[in-house]
C-alpha cells in the first residue's frame, strides 16, 4: 500500500487548502497484515469531570482573574464579564458601554440598598445556588425585595422565582397584605394569585384581612378583598343557589 501525501507551499493558489492524502489499492504480492488491538482509558472531561460553569465558580469565589466591579453601598463585588454579558442581555449592554469610557469596569446599583441582594444575584449567575434553591434565605423582606429590583433589572427570571418561592413560604394573616402588596409592584401575578384563592377558602383568615388597618395603605387590595368577602358570604351563596 502507498501513500501519498501533497502539502501546499506557500507561493500556491490560495482557493485550495488543506492536504491532500491519495490511498492507492494494494498490491496482489502485498501480505495482508496481522490486526493489532489496543484499548485506551475513556475520553475524560475536561478538567477531570469539571464542567466549565464549575471552574468559573471557583475563580469568582477566589476573585481570580475577575475584570468588573459591581458597586452597593459601600461595598464592592468582583466578577467576570463573560458571566455577567451570558447570563444577561442587560448587562451585556451595560459593560459594552462601561467598556467604552476609561479605567476599570465599574457598575454602580444605585437603586440596590441591601448589598446582600447582589450576592444572591451573583451565587445565581454563577449557578453556585444550582439545584438548591431552598437554601435561599434572605434575613429580612428588605432584602428579598432588593433581589427582585435585580432580577427585574437583568431579566433574570431564575432568580425571581427563588425570591417567589422565599415569599410563599411562611405565610400568615399578619405578613400577607406585605407580600400582596410586593405582588402588585413587582407584578408578581401568579403568587398573588395562589394567595387570594387560599383567602377565598378560609373565610376567618379573609375576615381578619379585611378588617385589618395595614389594607387601608392599599385601596386596589382593599377592593379585592371586600368584593371576595361579599362573594363568599352565606347570604351570596344562598341567592347563587
Request: charged share 25%; with cysteine.
Amino acid at each position: 500500500m502507498s501513500i501519498v501525501v501533497r502539502t501546499m507551499g506557500a507561493s500556491e493558489s490560495s482557493n485550495t487548502s488543506g492536504s491532500v492524502f491519495r490511498v492507492t489499492g494494494k498490491s496482489s504480492a502485498e501480505k495482508p497484515g496481522i490486526p493489532l488491538n489496543i484499548k485506551l482509558p475513556p475520553i475524560r472531561d475536561m478538567r477531570a469531570g469539571q464542567q466549565l460553569g464549575e471552574i468559573m465558580g471557583g475563580l469568582f469565589r477566589r476573585r481570580e482573574f475577575t475584570d468588573v466591579q459591581l458597586l452597593c453601598e459601600e461595598k464592592s463585588f468582583s466578577a467576570h464579564c463573560i458571566v455577567l454579558a451570558a447570563e444577561s442581555e442587560v448587562f451585556k449592554d451595560e459593560l459594552l458601554a462601561a467598556a467604552a469610557g476609561e479605567g476599570a469596569r465599574e457598575i454602580r446599583l444605585t437603586d440596590i440598598s441591601n448589598p446582600e441582594a447582589v450576592g444572591f444575584m451573583l451565587d445565581y449567575m454563577y449557578g453556585l445556588d444550582a439545584g438548591a434553591w431552598q437554601d435561599y434565605n434572605p434575613r429580612t423582606q428588605d432584602i428579598n425585595k432588593d433581589v427582585l429590583r435585580l432580577a427585574e433589572r437583568f431579566k433574570l427570571p431564575g432568580l425571581t422565582d427563588r425570591a417567589v418561592h422565599w415569599m410563599s413560604k411562611d405565610l400568615t394573616t399578619g405578613n400577607v397584605v406585605e407580600r400582596l402588596s410586593i405582588c402588585e409592584d413587582f407584578g408578581l401575578d401568579l403568587l398573588r394569585e395562589k394567595i387570594l384563592e387560599q383567602l377565598t377558602f378560609n373565610r376567618k383568615a379573609l375576615a381578619e384581612i379585611s378588617h385589618s388597618p395595614k389594607i387601608m395603605q392599599h385601596p386596589k387590595l382593599m377592593k379585592d378583598l371586600l368584593q371576595m368577602t361579599a362573594a363568599s358570604s352565606p347570604g351570596q351563596k344562598q341567592k347563587r343557589a
